[in-house]
Structure formats: structure tokens, C-alpha cells
């Protein structure tokens, strides 16, 4: 089944407790981003990558770090989280970057205390 | 003026009208303009995408955009209770950061 895959779907954490949320797709898909979505602000996009070792900041890099070293995985690295990192977090994965077959994963719930 | 905007509603409309629901956005070199799905909790799902002016059809749903008046929607036939959710408008800008702008969403009741 084609899909995007994320863990942990849930993570509560505190402050300054480094953690990585992974990502993968099965479709062999070039394009991929993470999107953290908060109330009254909708989806926005942390990072991207058009390809392996090719990253570039979206909307609201600051706090992230992602990687790239093999086409199906993107994880999203949180080295000091802070409590304004408490959101719902999301990858998704598209063919290219015209986005027309973009796919999400079913999220993660961070909560950072 | 946010990037791409949409009334948060809720839209209620009982079920077998037709939804309308709206987007306006400000940049305006975008062009490509989709529709995405979100029921409470899971995530954004693709319903539709448009490139051009005019109208787009695919089973009970209409995308129109209008790139004059910056303006995109969604018209949803018949609707349903099952389309109960929120929509997501979101665009592709030619701000050379190769970056889909989201807006905030439409929350869509049907009531049966």
C-alpha cells in the first residue's frame, strides 16, 4: 500500500529534550516537506526537500533540522524544544514539486512541556 | 494581508445543496491553486487541483479560479453529511521558494 508513515503519532516531551520525528514514504517519491499546523494559523511548511542532500527552509525553519540521506526518509529533528513547538505535525511526500500528488502522513502530536 | 485567505466559517448547509466555498489569495504570480480535505484529527487529504481559468469538474466537485480577481473555490454538489470537514485552500506561489501556501480553512456542516 502507498503511503507516508510518521513516529511516534503522539510524543510528550519537555523542554530541551532532543527528538526526532520520522518519515517515510514507499512510492519513491523525490519531493517531500514537513508541515506543523496550529489553530487559527493552518499548515505551514518547515522544510523541504527536492531530492536526497537537497534541503531548503519553508515558512518557519527556526528550531528544526531535517535530513535527507535516502530517498524514502525525512526526519524532522528538534535538537531543544521549546514549548512553542507544541503542534501537530505533518510529512508529506509528492512525485515532484508541482504538488498534484501530494500525500500526508497521518501526523504527529507534539506537546512539549 | 495574509497570503491566502479563507473564511473559517462554519458553513452549514443541509444536505443535497450545494457548498460554495471561497478562497482569495495575494500573490499574483501563483499558478497552481488546489483544494485539500481535512476531517477532524486525520490529515489533509487532496480532493482538487486547477492550473487555469475556468472550471474544473470531477464528480460532485467544481473547482473555478479566477486569476483576475485572485480568486479560487469550491463548489461541492449535493453534498453530503460525510463531507463534513474542514477545506483547505492552498496555493502554489512563483516566489521561487518552491513553497505551497496554505490558508486556514473552511469548516464545512452538512446536516442531514
Known amino acids: 500500500e502507498a503511503q507516508v508513515t510518521q513516529n511516534p503519532r503522539y510524543l510528550i516531551t519537555v523542554t530541551g529534550k532532543k527528538l526526532t520525528v520520522t518519515c517515510s514514504q514507499n512510492?519513491?517519491?523525490?519531493?517531500m516537506s514537513w508541515y506543523r499546523q496550529d489553530p487559527g494559523l493552518g499548515l505551514r511548511q518547515i522544510y523541504y526537500?527536492?531530492?536526497?542532500?537537497?534541503?531548503d527552509k519553508g515558512d518557519v525553519p527556526e528550531g528544526y533540522k531535517v535530513s535527507r540521506k535516502e530517498k524514502r526518509n525525512f526526519p524532522l529533528i528538534l535538537e531543544s524544544p521549546s514549548p512553542n513547538q507544541t503542534s501537530l505535525y505533518f510529512c508529506?511526500?509528492?512525485?515532484?514539486?508541482?504538488?498534484?500528488?501530494?500525500?500526508f502522513g497521518p501526523g504527529t502530536r507534539l506537546t512539549v512541556l | 494581508q495574509k497570503e491566502v485567505e479563507q473564511n473559517s466559517g462554519p458553513l452549514s448547509v443541509p444536505e443535497g445543496a450545494i457548498a460554495s466555498l471561497n478562497c482569495t489569495y495575494s500573490?499574483?504570480?501563483?499558478?497552481?491553486f488546489f483544494w485539500y480535505r481535512q476531517y477532524s484529527g486525520k490529515s489533509p487529504e487532496l480532493i482538487m487541483f486547477?492550473?487555469?481559468?475556468g472550471d474544473k469538474e470531477d464528480g460532485r466537485f467544481t473547482a473555478q479560479l479566477n486569476k483576475a480577481s485572485q480568486y479560487v473555490s469550491l463548489l461541492i454538489r449535493d453534498s453530503q453529511p460525510s463531507d463534513s470537514a474542514t477545506y483547505l485552500c492552498?496555493?502554489?506561489?512563483?516566489?521561487?521558494?518552491?513553497?505551497?501556501?496554505f490558508g486556514t480553512g473552511t469548516r464545512l456542516l452538512v446536516s442531514p
Open positions: 526537500s527536492m531530492n536526497v542532500e537537497v534541503t
Open positions: 508529506a511526500s509528492s512525485l515532484s514539486d508541482n504538488y498534484n500528488e501530494q500525500f
Open positions: 492552498a496555493v502554489f506561489g512563483n516566489t521561487g521558494f518552491q513553497k505551497l501556501v
Open positions: 512510492m519513491n517519491h523525490e519531493y
Open positions: 500573490d499574483r504570480g501563483s499558478q497552481s
Open positions: 486547477i492550473y487555469s481559468n
